[in-house]
């Protein structure tokens, strides 16, 4: 199942996809107030059913699209994952060593941004830069999970544009800063709920700026495995149901360029992944 959070009729909802249009589950199962709740329980495991003889209640050419977890505890990310886009990072002059522990940072959920919603420039920058991943959305919560038991707690699938403001990203060694602006997060469509995805699958991953393609790769190329990253992240914190893990990016990155090429006001930026879908976000300049 295709899952994901809306706006329909001016109120915040959440439902799944069918065909070319969602059912309104956040209306038709109002004991589950938002699909995080919905995910807490383990139901969305028995999705089909509840969608099971439903009509549609809007087209998805209608939608206002949220974030697909709007307001997750955590949204975790992971730095220099793909051995590719080390080697682009070593290749551009900076020299960072492979670390035997998976290097992450978080995110704050006002830094997300929806599927044709805009991803905002800010003021102070004119070096966006693109980085196309694959969302892991938590359903299972716990603590110190082990790697052989990782893939339990995986509620499902999402694409992801880990938006970077480099400028503010190398303020420091601590690349937070440039990471957490306002809207520069796109997380969508929708995720793809765990049983359609096997563990072993390798997803192709595209990323095209207007219409060119600047990331191509596949989730075979990962450092740090996912059951690496929720074995290393659940170490440190409780993961909870609805907490994301965006997994690290490829190469093609604009900031490794000659001349480097960022996103601007104008743009469009899609990132693809196989078996999932297709994540669109308008640039704009901030307000």
Same mark, same amino acid.
């Given at each position: ?27 038709? @199962?109002?004991?589950?107030?938002? #699909? $995080?709740?919905? %995910?807490?329980? &383990? ?5 089909? +059913? ?77 070096? @966006?830069?693109?980085?196309?991943? #694959? $969302?892991?959305? %938590?359903?299972? &919560? ?5 790697? +052989? ?139």
């Amino acid at each position: 199942m295709k899952l994901l959070s809306f706006v329909h009729q001016g109120r915040e909802t959440w439902g799944a996809v069918v065909g070319d249009g969602v059912v309104d589950l956040g209306r038709a @199962l109002p004991q589950y107030a938002t #699909l $995080a709740d919905y %995910i807490a329980t &383990g139901a969305y495991l028995q999705a089909a +059913d509840d969608v099971k003889g439903r009509a549609i209640d809007a087209k998805l050419a209608d939608l206002t699209f949220l974030p697909v977890i709007p307001r997750p505890e955590k949204i975790i990310c992971a730095v220099r994952n793909y051995m590719d886009h080390h080697q682009e990072v070593l290749a551009a002059g900076m020299h960072r060593e492979l670390s035997e522990q998976p290097p992450i940072f978080l995110r704050v959920w006002r830094s997300q941004c929806a599927h044709n919603q805009p991803i905002v420039r800010p003021n102070v920058s004119e070096s @966006l830069d693109w980085e196309g991943e #694959l $969302a892991v959305i %938590i359903g299972k &919560g716990g603590r110190d999970i082990p790697e +052989d038991q990782a893939f339990d707690h995986v509620a499902g699938y999402a694409c992801y544009n880990d938006g970077s403001v480099r400028e503010w990203q190398f303020h420091a060694k601590q690349i937070a800063s440039g990471k957490n602006f306002e809207s520069t997060g796109g997380f969508g469509p929708w995720m793809v709920t765990a049983d359609e995805i096997a563990p072993d699958r390798q997803l192709k991953l595209e990323v095209r700026l207007n219409g060119e393609v600047v990331q191509s790769s596949h989730t075979g190329h990962m450092i740090f495995s996912i059951p690496k990253l929720i074995n290393y992240a659940s170490t440190i914190f409780t993961l909870v149901p609805g907490d994301v893990i965006a997994t690290g990016t490829p190469a093609g990155v604009g900031w490794s360029r000659k001349p480097p090429k960022f996103m601007k006001p104008g743009d469009v930026c899609e990132v693809e992944i196989e078996g999932i879908g297709t994540l669109r976000n308008p640039i704009v300049a901030q307000g």
